[in-house]
């Protein structure tokens, strides 16, 4: 079974530029996650989506972060514009049940770095 | 919200020894909680998790047990091997009204000494 896909892996950007990174969960597979990981810290949820639909965008600096999941399968996170304190690794997870965040399987992150 | 507080921050250890991380969380309605490795260069790979109603949960080298009282669980591993190394994330699950989100702590690094 092919595991959570994300692209870029490494992204270096100016401040106040925009950047996007891509997502394509394991199929079948209803909720999908994006997470920021700081450096030295644990991953911190920005969203949350179930099918196509947002569960949870609390966390999400929205003025300047977006993100959609177009179809219910993959998702892209925008951010617009960047900012030094962006620099973070990007993970996108997803689970099976839809019924809370259980067993979340993450791929490989996007190494973003902003100057 | 829930608050999870991870201990030790780093860990060191000679092949073949044991080693133990101990997470605490705030959240009394917390009912499930996962145990995730990240290597260097990946993302966090789930290891083990165990629900409210079990006590402890063991998996070959590695276990996992819960104090719901004390509102505290720790990953035991044993015959530690230079694989092992890695960063070990605990996490908790926290029910927001009908939203449930998980919440990780900072993380161990862990490093066994061949």
């Known amino acids: 079974e092919a595991g959570v896909a994300q692209s870029p892996r490494y992204k270096i950007i100016e401040k106040r530029q925009s950047v996007a990174f891509w997502c394509n969960p394991i199929?079948?597979?209803?909720?999908l996650y994006w997470y920021q990981q700081i450096l030295g810290q644990g991953p911190k949820l920005l969203i949350q989506?179930?099918?196509?639909?947002?569960?949870?965008d609390s966390q999400l600096p929205k003025d300047r972060f977006s993100a959609e999941r177009l179809k219910g399968v993959d998702s892209t996170l925008k951010i617009q514009p960047a900012k030094l304190e962006d620099s973070a690794v990007y993970l996108c997870?997803?689970?099976?049940?839809?019924?809370?965040?259980?067993?979340?399987?993450f791929g490989p992150g996007t190494r973003l770095t902003v100057t | 919200g829930e608050n999870v507080e991870q201990h030790p921050s780093t860990l060191s250890v000679q092949e073949g020894d044991s080693a133990v991380i101990k997470c605490t969380y705030s959240?009394?309605?917390?009912?499930?909680f996962p145990w995730y490795k990240q290597e260097l260069g990946k993302g966090p790979q789930l290891i083990i998790d165990?629900?409210?109603?079990?006590g402890e949960k063991k998996d070959q080298r590695i276990a996992v047990t819960l104090n719901k009282t004390a509102k505290h669980f720790s990953l035991h591993i044993t015959e530690t091997q230079p694989e092992d190394s890695a960063v070990y994330f605990c996490?908790?699950?926290?029910?927001?009204?009908?939203?449930?989100?998980?919440?990780f702590g900072k993380g161990t690094l862990l490093t066994v000494n061949p």
């Open positions: 997870a997803s689970s099976l049940t839809d019924r809370g965040p259980y067993e979340q399987y």
């Open positions: 199929s079948g597979h209803a909720t």
């Open positions: 989506f179930q099918n196509n639909g947002v569960v949870d």
């Open positions: 959240d009394s309605a917390s009912n499930y």
């Open positions: 165990i629900r409210s109603n079990v």
């Open positions: 996490a908790a699950i926290w029910s927001g009204g009908s939203n449930y989100k998980l919440t």
